[in-house]
């Protein structure tokens, strides 16, 4: 296997792919946290409707709107760099996040920060110390699953790269040149990650955890 990755130059396009996909989930997370808090708190009929919004955004299939999209970021000077595929990730993946963001920070209590206000923290200090911590487990989850989506995806790296592609785009020319036992060599490397993301993080998938930070 690591005679097939040196001589088909797979290492940057799993450079590309790891840092496509960490990239594209630190940002999410950092973007669709706050403001998945800001609408979990919002009236419950209000906080629905901008749910339901954000979930008609995912009823558009990646290869009907990717075309448009590549074309928009290549006229910007985003073809074969990482930055554009990064925001191109982005756009599919945020508002997943934000669904699974929302209905996390819904089931934590608001007794949670007002006890921490009265104690003398300010809201941010309980969102720091308490709100966030306690849908780490939400969170995390939503990593898993937008780290997963930017790791596989296929179609925008196919529209947006010409010669630095992802490992998925690299593993379609494998397979379309016809070299099968390569192509399989690489498919197994792409699993490997996704093992070693979900079992980093098990830790915050116990469902106990919110429950029982809820009830203390």
């Known amino acids: 296997m690591f005679g097939a ?34 609408i979990s708190r919002m009236p419950r009929m209000i906080a629905y409707a901008v749910v339901l919004a954000l979930l008609v955004t995912r009823m558009f299939p990646d290869v009907g709107i990717a075309l448009p999209i590549a074309t928009r970021f290549i006229s910007w000077g985003f073809i074969d760099s990482t930055f554009g595929l990064v925001l191109a990730h982005l756009i599919p993946n945020l508002p997943f996040l934000a669904w699974i963001l929302v209905g996390t920070f819904m089931m934590i209590p ?4 007002e ?11 309980a969102l720091v110390r308490i709100v966030f911590p306690v849908a780490m487990p939400g969170i995390a989850v939503g990593a898993i699953f937008v780290w997963l989506n930017s790791w596989n995806e296929f179609i925008f790296a196919r ?8 490992l998925p785009l690299r593993i379609y020319e494998v397979i379309t040149n016809g070299s099968i036992f390569p192509a399989a060599a690489y ?21 106990g955890m919110l429950s029982g930070a809820v009830k203390g």
């Open 5 to 38: 990755v040196t001589m088909n130059n797979l290492y940057m396009p799993l450079l590309k792919s790891l840092m496509v996909a960490c990239l594209t989930t630190v940002v999410a997370i950092i973007i669709a946290a706050p403001a998945s808090y800001v």
């Open 110 to 113: 608001k007794d949670l920060e």
């Open 115 to 125: 006890s921490a206000m009265v104690d003398g923290g300010s809201r941010i200090t």
């Open 159 to 166: 529209y947006l790269s010409t010669e630095s592609g992802t």
């Open 187 to 207: 498919s197994m490397i792409l699993t490997i990650p996704v093992i070693f993301i979900t079992f980093l993080l098990q830790r915050y998938l116990k469902s």
